[in-house]
């Protein structure tokens, strides 16, 4: 009976726990996609600005998310110390941001952001270690709908969902943010929806693809577009091989397919050389790609003022501070709150010696996603790398971008190591 009692406890902790960090991934989820504040409120640039470094909902938010996580942490300290030492490169490069309040010149504010990074980074790590890929599919299967739904309604019936050009902007306030948060929503609805559906189910598959495209085609995000296009476009390859993997020519085809996209596309650059400058035209863009060339050429001269460790994460653009002042007063008073380019970013905030880390973990993760010979973490990764040449979309104390990178980071490593022996 003691013995049968013991185990009986051992089996609710082990159920107590699984509840704990499923609660605690719908939560980040959630508010990572919906925000935490009410949308539609017309906020000016004052506003967000301010919000940004006393947001009561956010403190809320993460707060919880930190004593939710803290169980699993102490009950199973010895797995997940022994994860986070084998992946170590995420982890060493979330520590920098912490470490960077020691030279930002608004540490309380970078410890703020700093925390919420390291609390997402932290319900992921044990979503991964101790919950099947199964369970962490349901709840997205109710939130995703919900967010495209969401979306879609706020777009056709609320005025302040679309701005004055026509862009559709959803909840989020800009037609960016509706662009990146439906394209990886459309990535991960892909997992769930398996071969071989009946009628009913196919066709609110079509129906989720079909909102996913409207809205990022509505949003008119051109990277995103550009994005979603060569997603398309090398799963239209990979069909292509695997039609003649049974000739044992898909191999070929394939790479004779890639082989005449790249001559013909050198063929017509050297004889079309013009059509360079009339390419960023195509998706409504200049040369400066939408202003952001002056934007960087300012922000590169502020790097070379600190090029070592940068200016502490997450708090270069702090509101009323002289750096937002000087640049407005620049730039004919337009204030902005991100670099436009999120390596330029990684170094404002945190240096060469960020960047550093970054391209090493980016390194790693990429060699992993290789190995487990998975299309979908390459592709995330790939199109998270592309977005944010001209977004700062990477490690973002909240925002899809950061939810988006850990995740695959931690997951890819997961299989890895798992395929590599580790237990």
């Known amino acids: 009976m003691i013995i049968k009692s013991s185990m009986n406890k051992i089996y609710n902790i082990k159920l107590s726990i699984e509840n704990l960090v499923l609660f605690s991934s719908i939560i980040l989820i959630f508010f990572t996609l919906f925000g935490t504040d009410l949308p539609f409120q017309g906020k000016s640039y004052e506003e967000v600005f301010e919000q940004e470094t006393s947001n009561i909902n956010n403190q809320i938010v993460y707060s919880l998310l930190f004593i939710l996580s803290l169980v699993p942490l102490i009950k199973k300290y010895n797995k997940i110390l022994s994860f986070l030492i084998k992946e170590k490169f995420l982890t060493l490069f979330i520590l920098l941001c912490i470490l960077s309040a020691a030279w930002s010149d608004y540490s309380l504010i970078s410890l703020k952001r700093s925390f919420q990074l390291f609390v997402s980074f932290l319900v992921i790590v044990n979503s991964v270690l101790f919950l099947d890929i199964n369970v962490l599919l349901k709840p997205l299967k109710i939130i995703v709908p919900l967010y495209l739904f969401t979306n879609l309604f706020s777009c056709l019936i609320i005025p302040q969902a679309v701005d004055k050009a026509g862009y559709w902007m959803g909840i989020h306030g800009h037609k960016n943010g509706l662009a990146q948060g439906t394209y990886f929503v459309f990535l991960v609805s892909t997992l769930y929806f398996e071969k071989g559906l009946d009628p009913i189910k196919k066709i609110y598959k079509y129906l989720i693809y079909t909102i996913c495209f409207l809205l990022i085609v509505k949003a008119q995000s051109s990277t995103v577009i550009i994005v979603l296009t060569l997603t398309l476009g090398y799963w239209l390859i990979k069909r292509i091989e695997k039609i003649f993997e049974e000739l044992k020519v898909g191999r070929f085809i394939m790479a004779f397919f890639l082989l005449f996209l790249f001559f013909s596309f050198s063929i017509i650059l050297y004889y079309s050389s013009n059509l360079i400058a009339l390419l960023p035209q195509l998706f409504g863009k200049d040369l400066t790609i939408s202003g952001r060339g002056p934007i960087w050429a300012f922000i590169i001269s502020e790097i070379e003022k600190r090029p070592i460790l940068g200016y502490g994460f ?102 890895f190591l798992k395929m590599t022996g580790y237990k």
């Open 314 to 415: 997450s708090t270069y653009w702090i509101m009323g501070s002289q750096i937002v002042d000087i640049f407005a007063s620049e730039f004919g008073g337009f204030k902005i709150n991100q670099a436009h380019n999120g390596y330029l970013e990684i170094l404002l905030q945190l240096g060469f010696v960020g960047l550093f880390f970054f391209i090493i973990m980016i390194i790693e993760l990429l060699y992993r996603a290789l190995k487990i010979r998975h299309d979908l973490p390459i592709i995330v990764l790939i199109s998270l790398l592309i977005i944010n040449y001209t977004e700062s979309i990477l490690f973002q104390p909240r925002g899809i971008g950061t939810l988006v990178i850990i995740v695959n980071y931690i997951l890819t490593t997961n299989f």
